[in-house]
């Protein structure tokens, strides 16, 4: 009877021998070393690798001893900051460099002609890199992060919503949800003898572009809106705490304290998106509208083309998804830009006196519109040059599916390449002599001719899947900036802390407080 016993444990041991040897030997031992040696080989070197974490422990650390730095407002370096290691890696082992995230190799590559080769290109060899799970969750498998015939098929529904005709008609709910948010400042300064208020910026306008998105793309409520806003920001706190931490298979599904409210926040992202989605399904009348929920609820359909079924729709899941992805994108984004606008024009008041003269000789003190927003070419340059020195994206990454040569380098299979923009954005021998400075005239001549290649800002990404919402972004920016500009002159509040941080994006570690004082009519 003790040897039939025996017999489960032994096929057990007979199936776990193959899969140790494959899963602990080869690919947690034995592929590091292979894989560092044969970079070497062409001259890629980088920092030493730990079982199972990789290089995230010197990460953690290098990130703890530069958390507490604090910058002059007019230092715009906060590479120190927020990205430690690759400066000392870059300083010590050239570039590019090899880094481990975890078990998983990574390239950081600076260079704009490998870039241009990595994101312009076609083949379908270099798709987004695997979002970690945690993100996944945050920002749904959207346009942002799907891939291949899935990113055509979405890229193709998607486009219609955000054509420039359609962009233009939305100025007026932007400028309508930014006059309700000032107003309530413009009311509460007109009380005090000084005519001035102190306003935490980026809070309100995080509050405010949730609106926006809500409003324009979605036709939600500013009350659905908030909830889901609510429930992404503690999904990114979530998301930004666990980034360097090892995955353990299986682990997501333990009910710890943090994984049951993951998984609470979760499900109330969820439901409130439904709700919203379910909202338009019972009124959609005689069609579902032409935003981008109206758009993609279209799609939730097959066409019939050629008397051949043509797969043309997204599931209602996928339409949850972008819903994830184009929510925490429209309000996240350009919230950041904002911020950080209001902060380089409070620190540079001659800009922020050049951009009001702008806006009140080409919109005047009326609402902003399409057209007029479009005639604010110094707005625009500043705008181009806050997202080259605080643009909200910090890195990019791409992936390989085979092995490929770029330039003189050949990237393997399985590798995620990083494209460390920030650095590339300071970079003297294409930006200039001032490129750690705030100069919006480098800007004077339109993107292309602002350095010394044309795809040198790199904020939107460059190619076939540069940001869709690149261009409602910057009208969404240009409609909050006008209506600004017009009612107040703002200042850094003395309390202000110069921290850039990364918290998935780039954002000011102690938020942005600011002396918003209401201009004499």
Not at 71 to 97: I, M, S, T
Not at 138 to 144: A, D, P
Not at 278 to 305: F, H, I, K, V, W
């Amino acid at each position: 009877m003790a040897s039939f016993a025996a017999l489960p444990l032994a096929a057990l041991l007979v199936l776990a021998v193959p899969w140790a040897w494959e899963h602990l030997l080869v690919r947690l031992l034995w592929r590091p070393y292979a894989i560092a040696r044969r970079h070497r080989a062409q001259g890629i070197r980088g920092p030493p690798t730990m079982f199972l974490k990789g290089s995230n422990e010197e990460v953690r650390r290098m990130k703890a001893e530069t958390a507490d730095v604090v910058l002059d407002v007019r230092d715009h370096n906060y590479l120190p900051r927020v990205a430690p290691h690759f400066l000392k890696w870059r300083a010590q082992y050239g570039e590019p460099f090899l880094f481990w995230f975890g078990a998983k190799p990574r390239i950081c590559v600076f260079d704009y002609e490998l870039v241009r080769q990595i994101v312009s290109s076609k083949s379908g060899h270099f798709p987004k890199n695997d979002a970690h799970p945690n993100v996944l969750e945050l920002l749904g498998k959207g346009l942002v992060l799907v891939n291949g015939v899935d990113w055509v098929r979405h890229r193709r529904v998607i486009d219609p919503a955000f054509a420039t005709d359609k962009i233009k008609a939305m100025t007026k709910t932007m400028v309508s949800c930014a006059q309700c948010t000032f107003g309530v400042f413009e009311e509460q300064a007109a009380k005090n003898t000084n005519r001035e208020i102190l306003v935490e910026f980026d809070k309100a306008v995080q509050g405010l572009t949730a609106d926006i998105i809500s409003h324009t793309a979605f036709g939600s409520s500013y009350k659905l809106g908030m909830e889901a806003f609510h429930a992404q920001k503690e999904l990114q706190a979530i998301a930004i705490s666990s980034l360097l931490n090892v995955q353990i298979p299986g682990f997501s599904y333990l009910p710890t304290r943090r994984n049951r409210l993951k998984w609470m926040l979760e499900k109330k992202l969820r439901s409130t998106l439904m709700r919203i989605i379910n909202s338009r399904l019972a009124s959609r009348g005689s069609g579902y509208g032409n935003d981008l929920l109206g758009l993609m609820l279209e799609a939730c359909t097959t066409t019939e083309q050629g008397g051949k079924q043509e797969q043309l729709s997204l599931s209602m899941d996928e339409i949850l998804h972008e819903c994830k992805t184009f929510f925490f994108a429209g309000y996240e984004t350009t919230s950041i830009l904002l911020t950080w606008t209001v902060f380089l024009l409070s620190v540079y008041p001659e800009w922020q006196e050049r951009l009001r003269a702008e806006v009140l000789r080409e919109v005047g003190k009326g609402n902003p519109s399409g057209d007029n927003l479009g005639k604010l070419k110094e707005m625009t340059m500043v705008l181009h040059e806050t997202l080259r020195l605080y643009g909200p994206a910090l890195f990019m990454q791409r992936k390989t599916v085979t092995d490929m040569v770029v330039g003189a380098i050949t990237i393997p299979n399985d590798h995620a390449v990083v494209i460390g923009a920030p650095f590339m954005h300071r970079d003297k021998k294409v930006w200039g002599e001032d490129a750690d400075q705030f100069n919006p005239m480098r800007f004077a001549n339109g993107v292309a001719r602002a350095a010394k290649v044309p795809h040198a800002l790199l904020a939107f990404s460059i190619g076939p899947k540069a940001c869709i919402g690149q261009n409602f972004a910057m009208l969404e920016a240009k409609s909050v900036m006008a209506t600004v500009l017009q009612k107040f002159s703002f200042a850094l509040s003395p309390s202000y802390v110069h921290a850039p941080a990364d918290f998935l994006t780039l954002q000011p570690k102690f938020g942005l407080p600011v002396v918003m004082k209401l201009l004499d009519v």
